[in-house]
């Protein structure tokens, strides 16, 4: 084995059958993400009590915060994307996901700071917390029980929600998520209730259910968008802003768990460059250039090809104060399914259901969550462990 590839094994070539065998995929999820991500409807009741205990009420004492900073990095970073999308258009103030040590220059005592990390450690968090601090803005922790991060809110006497660490951080979305949103909530920045939790971990449960993997892959979501995926070059691209936080979610999935190349985004922004990969060398000039008469094992690249996934939202009404009209939204997600289809090019798509932004989220979530599992599995690869996450932080901090 070459140097610098010591504890990565695997193989190229997805192996189909394997996402058949339950007992299979047991053995080769040692650390339990398959299990990890199934709770997912249970971290959002979990962390929602979590959230009611905590002392939220005083955020709100000195009323409507100048902005709102979430600091955080990674699955942590991702909860600010996913307040400043589901605050939407209409949100009073700013809301401002920040994924760097410490805080803007800007921020003073009119601000409100909310540091996330799953570890109660991350040196972004942990700056963040303590520069809103010695600047006199209201403060707000989230992240493991008896950490750094706790302590900082404790001098800061600032309100701390503790997270307990059950999984991974990026198993982790929601639990990190729902105490965030409440917090806002708190504020008054978005209108976030009891039912629309509900929901969204009903939809969660539901969900892993028909994900579980005893489900035969023509019957589970997840297995087969894995399958279709299985061997190309994703580009996962979000009708919406709703649908474009999922698709960056996806993103991040498919590289840390399959460790698969991604493109991801907004549809609206890449039909303003990126929409050009369909006509390139691994989209439609490829599709143009291929035998079809060929063994789709010959070949150096072994058929590379682009998979598109679109992710579509659709909104909750036509009449949703967004920021473009929903028409809009829905003609450029058509026009990108007729140029992949031109083209050559596979697409899946994955449709937004449920009655609240909340929810309509998770429903995009979801599906894909369990497909980079299965994705990970089906190459021999063990989601949990990622040797070069590891090799990464070793060489960074010495």
């Avoid at 000195?62 to 600010?80: H, M």
């Avoid at 060929?294 to 949703?320: C, F, K, Q, S, T």
Wanted: overall charge negative; hydrophobic content about 45%.
């Amino acid at each position: 084995m070459m140097d610098g590839t010591a504890g990565v094994s695997g193989h190229r070539h997805a192996d189909e059958t394997l996402l058949d065998d339950p007992a299979l995929l047991a053995e080769r999820d040692p650390g339990g993400m398959l299990r990890f991500t199934a709770s997912a409807g249970a971290q959002v009741r979990e962390s929602a009590a979590l959230a009611a205990e905590a002392n939220l009420s005083v955020l709100g004492d000195d009323g409507r915060p100048r902005a709102v900073v979430i600091a955080g990095i990674g699955t942590a970073g991702r909860t600010g994307d996913v307040l400043a999308t589901v605050a939407g258009p209409r949100c009073p103030v700013p809301v401002i996901p920040h994924r760097s040590a410490g805080v803007p220059g800007w921020v003073g005592a009119a601000d409100v700071v909310i540091a996330v990390s799953a570890s109660g450690r991350s040196p972004e968090a942990l700056g963040a917390a303590e520069a809103a601090h010695r600047r006199g803005a209201r403060l707000v922790a989230v992240g493991a029980p008896d950490s750094q991060l706790q302590s900082v809110a404790e001098r800061a006497r600032a309100p701390f929600i503790p997270v307990p660490r059950r999984a991974p951080a990026r198993a982790s979305l929601w639990a990190l998520t729902v105490p965030v949103l409440l917090a806002a909530r708190t504020l008054g920045l978005v209108k976030v209730n009891e039912a629309d939790l509900a929901e969204t971990a009903a939809r969660l449960d539901a969900d892993a259910d028909r994900c579980r993997p005893t489900a035969e892959s023509f019957v589970n979501p997840a297995k087969s968008l894995a399958l279709g995926l299985s061997g190309s070059i994703p580009i996962v691209w979000g009708s919406s802003p709703l649908a474009t936080v999922a698709a960056r979610r996806f993103g991040d999935t498919l590289s840390a768990n399959a460790r698969y190349p991604v493109v991801s985004g907004a549809l609206g922004e890449a039909g303003r460059g990126r929409v050009g990969l369909l006509d390139g060398v691994f989209g439609g000039l490829a599709e143009g250039e291929r035998d079809i008469f060929a063994d789709p094992g010959d070949g150096d690249d072994d058929g590379i090809r682009l998979r598109l996934v679109l992710l579509r939202d659709g909104g909750l009404n036509a009449e949703d104060d967004t920021d473009e009209p929903l028409a809009v939204e829905e003609r450029r997600a058509d026009a990108v399914q007729t140029l992949a289809e031109r083209r050559g090019v596979r697409c899946d798509v994955v449709t937004a259901e449920g009655g609240s932004a909340l929810e309509r989220l998770a429903s995009l979530v979801a599906v894909p969550d369990f497909a980079s599992i299965y994705l990970a599995l089906a190459h021999g690869l063990d989601p949990m462990a990622v040797p070069a996450i590891t090799e990464m932080k070793e060489l960074a901090n010495q």
